[in-house]
């Protein structure tokens, strides 16, 4: 038996932010970074509350791949608080920490490791919402959320149904300000997980439309909006195909771009996007070994090849798109291009290859990757070199 999970409501478009005057709750606590602080969109969040006769509190602490004592830190403020509504405003790290956040402040003596679909985990005070601020993560509409443990350098990756928000609220004018490093990794986050999510084991036919429909929008509107984020159009439809993504991948999982990405991004503090984007092409190459059939539907779904294409013709043209946008966002295409020097990665690359092994996603990919292939992959991905085993 399978199931389909997703937020009760998504609120979107032009002035989406005005569906929090109709949120029942009397005391909202917001999650959220010192980047949304200057950017006046607390200041924004926080009047539309108050505009509804909400009290109001903030934490505005989190950091890019947040550690687990951000986690605790945002907990302590909210115990104080007591809040009956959980908002996270911001990007994935954000909206991570303030799911986490919540389950922690419901069950405080429950260790965030236990955080997985099997714990029985029910939330009754509290309801999330989440403002995602970047168009890629999707954690506004996924039952996931990655922590990072530093005393450990890995990737802690929770899942629970309970971590999928209640409301997901989607308004384009909070992407407006973003800088053009920030759009190409969110995106190509939003690319990965689209793409992984239509060629893994536990595809199905619920999350394969919403892939398909997420990977074209990508591709056609990323490029788009790197070049202008004024583009208006393209910024809503790329904030959208971002959180389709994210419930698409939620209810059928991700590959190896994840657990490569993840590996990468614990052991070098990469973004999570520009990790999981340098990988992707190399995961298309390794799977196509076995599962040209996958990627090639998907190529030729979403315009990326012919009809007439066969399924590794189909293959390569969707990796050469992807390529070809890469080069357009100036995003690298391997760890010695984005400057880890050959020393570097030979003195971390034991880490990097247990990290990928201990990665739950592994077994999910439509190849699953032996820890022989794990190493060659790692050489492959440092030089820049197209898998061929």
Known sequence: MWYFRAPRVFAFGEGALDYLKEVEGNRAFVVTDKTIVKLGFLDLVMEKLKESGKEVASFDGVTPEPPEEIVYESLKVAQKFNPDLIIGLGGGSVLDVAKVTQVLFEHPDLPMLEIMPLTPITIKKTTLIAIPTTSGTGSDATASAIITNTKEKYKMELNHPVLIPHTSILDPLLTKSLPPKVIASSGMDALAQAIDGYTVQWRNDFSNGLCIHSTRMILEYLPQVYENPEDSKAREKLHNAASISGLAWSNSFLGITHSFGHAMGAVFRIPHGI???????????????????????????????????????????????????MKELEVPRSLKEYGISKAKFEKNFDDLVRLTSESAVNIFNCREPTTEDMKRFWNYMYDGKSIDF
């Open 275 to 325: 990790t999981v984007g340098m990988v992707l092409p190399y995961s298309i190459e390794y799977a196509m070994k076995t599962h040209s059939n996958l990627y090639g539907e998907l190529a030729r779904a979403v315009g990326a090849a012919k009809s007439s294409d066969d399924d590794k013709v189909a293959t390569i043209k969707l990796r050469d798109k992807i390529v070809k946008i």
